[in-house]
Each structure stands twice: as structure tokens, then as C-alpha cells.
């Protein structure tokens, strides 16, 4: 798994600040934007650490984060999508060729020799098949590449590696955090989450050197009995 940050809002602290004040001021955002240059940075940074203890977090949502993440599974990417308050941009296993495909291997399976063997065979055959029933479908008339591409993904496995370009704002990067960080989320997604939440808190500390998994925010699980023992239920 790889995530690499593309690019994220210029001057997010700046821009965090002068949406705030303006909510409490006769000048508009821009001016203050624009006067908020001359502030220190230290004066600028605790405004914000109060923002977010106060959870005056609309502010945050004008500041947003755009990621490359590659070599995470199918299994990895349906989970993500689930975050409706995002943009996405997925690799197409329409438009590209997964002749030979890589693959995610789970740790339950990675740990076991046996299971891993089984693992690695089905993988083997299941990219056999697809090779073969591609070659033997293009090769009838007027069947394009992309057509026989698109018919053939049924057979792919979650496991296949997939690339996707992935844009959230501060606000709704805190609440993914809050279920993929947490210790019942699923193990690919919860790394994943650790790698973009250590890439936000360098570019943004004040808002994101507290996030983490509900527990942790909360102090409490709201999982109730389904929780993993470190914080009391409510």
C-alpha cells in the first residue's frame, strides 16, 4: 500500500481563520484572509485548537485534502466509497487490462503456509481462466477489447490491487478517521486511514494531531458490547 499526498487547500490555516472570524465580524473573509497574513502563526494555530474544542468544525470544511493511494484490494476500495462526502476517481478494470493482475494478500492467509498455498492457487488458476477466456473471446468478430474487459471483470477477486484518487475535506476526513482508525474496523482500511491521518497532521497539526478512532475523541466506545475492552462503553 502506498498514499501519497497530491494536494491540499494553499494556506489551510489561513483559510480555516478567516472563514471563522468572519462568522463573528462586520469584514468579510477575504479582507480578513488578507490581514491574517501579517498574524503570527503561533496566534493563528491556537485560534484554531479553540475552534476545534469548541467544534465549531464547519470552518474546517473549507480546507480539503486530495490523496493517490495504490496497491490497496477491492476489499479496501468498497469500504471507502461508503464515505458519501468524498470524491473518488478509481482505476478501471474496464479500460485496463488485468491480464495480470496483483493481488492483496490477508494476514490471516500471509501467517499460515497451508492456506496461504490454497490462497496462492486460486489466485493462479483464477488468472489462467481469465487469460484464456479473454484470448478465446477477442478473438471472434467485432468484439472489442473493451467489451470482452468489461464482461471478464466478473471473474476478478476482491484481492486485485486497485489505484484511486480520493478528496475529502477536513470535517469529513475527522469523522473517517473516527470509524476506520477504530480497532473493529477492517485491517486494510485502518492502515490505511493511519497513513493519510499522519499525511494531514504534518500539513495540519491543529486540527488533526487529536483525531482518532471514536473512543479516542469520545472517551467512551459507543460500540457498546461490540467494543474492544480499551474504553468503557456509555
Known sequence: MEVQLLSHTKAPQLVIYAAAKQCYSKKDAYSIFQSAEKESSETISVFIKELMQRGHLST????????????VSRVCTHQLVRHRVA???QQSQRY????NFEYVTPPLVERDGQLKEKFTKAI????????QMKMSATAKKNMDKEAVNQD???LLPQAVTTKI????????????????????????I???????????TEVLPEVFSGAGAK??????CPEGHRGCGKYPAK
Open 165 to 188: 484518487v480520493v478528496t475529502m475535506n477536513c470535517r469529513e476526513l475527522l469523522h473517517f478517521f473516527e470509524e476506520r482508525l477504530c480497532a473493529r474496523a477492517q485491517w486494510e
Open 190 to 200: 485502518r492502515e490505511l486511514g493511519e497513513k493519510m491521518r499522519a499525511l494531514c
Open 124 to 131: 493462479a488458476q483464477i488468472k489462467e481462466i481469465y487469460q
Open 60 to 71: 474546517v470544511e473549507h480546507v480539503s485534502f486530495t490523496f493517490s493511494i495504490t496497491g
Open 215 to 220: 473512543c479516542e475523541t469520545r472517551g467512551y
Open 96 to 99: 485496463v487490462d488485468m491480464d
Open 152 to 154: 471478464l471483470r466478473f
Open 87 to 89: 470524491s473518488f476517481s
